[in-house]
Every structure is written in C-alpha cells, then in structure tokens.
C-alpha cells in the first residue's frame, strides 16, 4: 500500500525515466500529492496531462530547487544527465532538500556504487556520500544497465552487420526503464520508509552481448555478429560515430568494465519491489526489432 498522504516530488520528470516514474506515482497515489520538477516550462504540458502540479528548478540553481522543494515530504532525485558536472548538481539537490525541510529523499544511483568500477559510478558514489552527510532520511536506488541503452545501437548494428562494444563475455542484467520507475515508486511511496536503505536494482536475467546480438539477427532474419574490442578501439569507433570523446571513453568504460562484472547482479532485488518478474531482454530486443 502506498502512502496517500504525503506530497511527493519527482525530478527529471521530462527525461525518459522521470515520466515513468510521474504515470506510474499517480497510479499509485492522489495526482494532486505530486509535484513533477522540469527546467524547462515548455515540458509541463506532457506532465500537466497526469493532473500532477509541475515547478521550474535546475540542479545548477540552488536557489530555484529550495522554492521548489518547499512542503515536500518525499522527493526522489533522478540522477541528472551532465556527466562530470553531477556530483555538484546533485549537492546543490540535497543541500536544497535540507533547507527546504524534505522529510525523505530517495535517489536513483548506481549498482555497488561504492565499489563499481565503472567511471559512471563516481559522481554517484560522492552525491551518496553527500547525501549520508546531510542527515535527510534517505534511500539509494542503484539502478542496473538499462536494456533501452543496448537496444538504442539495434539499428545501426541491422545496418552494418555488426554490434560493436568491448563488453567481451562480462555479463548485463539490465531490466527496462519501466522496471526501474516501477521499483523507484514502490520504494518512494511505500506506507513505511525504511531509511538508510539500499537497494541493488537489476533485471532477473543476465546475458553477454553475444548472446544478445544474436537475438538480434533471429529477430531481424539478417545477419549480424558482436565485433569486441579493446577499450580505446570501441572509444574511437564512438567518436568515428559522432559522439564526443569524453561520453565516448565513458561508454567504452563501462563496457570494459561490464566485461569485468561491474554490470552483473544476482539479488533479484528488484523483482521482490515491483512483485513480478522484470522485463526480459529478449522480449525488450525483439520489441525494437519489430518496431523498426
Ligand atoms: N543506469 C543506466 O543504464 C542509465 C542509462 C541512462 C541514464 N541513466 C541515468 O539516469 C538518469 C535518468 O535517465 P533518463 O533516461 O530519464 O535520462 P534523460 O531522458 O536524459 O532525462 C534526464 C532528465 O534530467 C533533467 N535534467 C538534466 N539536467 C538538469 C538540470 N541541470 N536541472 C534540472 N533537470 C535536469 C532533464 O531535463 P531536460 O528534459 O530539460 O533535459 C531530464 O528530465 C540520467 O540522467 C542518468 O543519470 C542511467
């Protein structure tokens, strides 16, 4: 049962995840205790729809996150998307939070952020810490690999005959971005907080990229082979694509250490929270594949 009676506030309520979260919160509870945070006022009609109130805040504001953050009693705090620039962004979240009076505040991080490998998990690790620091009743949400950020490369990969990464045999157990909301709600909106909580969040199935692209050329009837590379091979290919070098040697970072098992968990935690089993990647990919 979820709590009716608290004023809850999302972040990042225009991203990809944030929206979920919002559909899947006022499922859940009285859209009037919702309270959807945008930077950008031409996002609140979308959210507007769901009958939830929308404020204007940016990480970089303090200032803005403090008024907004005002008579919340529970606010989830989706990580923002600047990478390098998050740990501060996040600060100023958390220190807003604190003025503001928040009485709970769970934040989405990432798997064993205090040990993962992964150059992603820094800016989490510290904003973790920030938040311990601060004293709010809290939660950490570590989220797993999102499938959607595998399926994303499906359409380049048809078109080449080729799946590039450097993840080698290391294992993925992603889950879908509607796992994770569904999982974020459950706990932001459960009767009793537990705070100081963690929670390893992943999907129920792991998998190599292999294993994944060939799933992807049984779906699509073509062709398609995972190349692996080297860590500074699969960086280059991604800049060869047009993405910028440090989100470039970011990725192919977090390849090479999914190779090493920075992506892989086995808690089913995730599952337990959203009462049924996460979405399968097979399902996820040949969704994709049929929607091309
Ligand atoms: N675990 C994974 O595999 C994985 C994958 C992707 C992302 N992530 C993390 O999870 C977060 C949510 O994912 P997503 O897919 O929903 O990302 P997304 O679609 O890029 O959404 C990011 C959200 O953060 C907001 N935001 C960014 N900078 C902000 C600022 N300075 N002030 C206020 N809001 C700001 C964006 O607002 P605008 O709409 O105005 O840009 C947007 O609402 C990401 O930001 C990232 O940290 C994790």
């Known amino acids: 049962m979820a709590d009716q009676t608290a004023k809850y506030l999302v972040t990042g309520a225009s991203g990809q995840l944030g929206a979920l979260v919002v559909a899947e919160l006022v499922g859940k509870v009285p859209a009037k205790n919702v309270v959807a945070l945008v930077r950008r006022p031409d996002a609140a009609a979308a959210l507007e729809g769901h009958g939830v109130e929308v404020r204007i805040g940016d990480y970089d504001d303090r200032a803005s996150l403090e008024q907004a953050f005002q008579g919340i009693d529970r606010l989830l705090l989706i990580s923002a998307s600047e990478m390098g620039r998050r740990a501060e962004q996040h ?39 920030a938040i311990k620091a601060s004293g709010l ?10 499938t959607e950020n595998q399926t994303a490369s499906i359409p380049p990969a048809l078109e080449h005959g080729a799946y590039l990464g450097a993840a080698g045999d290391g294992l993925f157990s992603s889950a879908t971005r509607q796992d994770y909301a ?8 459960a009767d009793t907080i537990q705070s100081g ?12 990229m292999a294993e994944f692209v060939e799933v992807i050329s049984a779906a699509a009837g073509k062709p398609v082979a995972y190349v692996n590379m080297s860590e500074a091979e699969f960086a280059g290919a ?5 993405l910028p070098a440090p989100i470039a040697a970011l990725l192919a970072d977090s390849d090479a250490n999914a190779a090493k098992g920075a992506l892989k968990d086995e808690s089913h935690t995730l599952q337990k929270l959203i009462g049924r089993p996460t979405t399968p990647w097979t399902e996820t990919v040949r969704a994709t594949v049929k929607a091309l």
């Open 182 to 189: 569904e999982g974020d709600v459950a706990v932001l909106a």
């Open 137 to 146: 009743p809290h939660a950490f949400l570590r989220h797993g690999w999102y």
């Open 197 to 208: 909580a963690i929670y390893e969040l992943a999907g129920d199935e792991s998998y190599t």
């Open 238 to 242: 991604l800049e060869g694509a047009g």
């Open 91 to 129: 600060k100023n979240a958390v220190d807003a939070a604190v003025a503001a009076g928040v009485g709970f505040l769970a934040y989405t991080s990432v798997l064993r952020a205090e040990t993962n490998s992964i150059g992603l998990a820094a800016d989490h690790r510290e904003t973790e810490a």
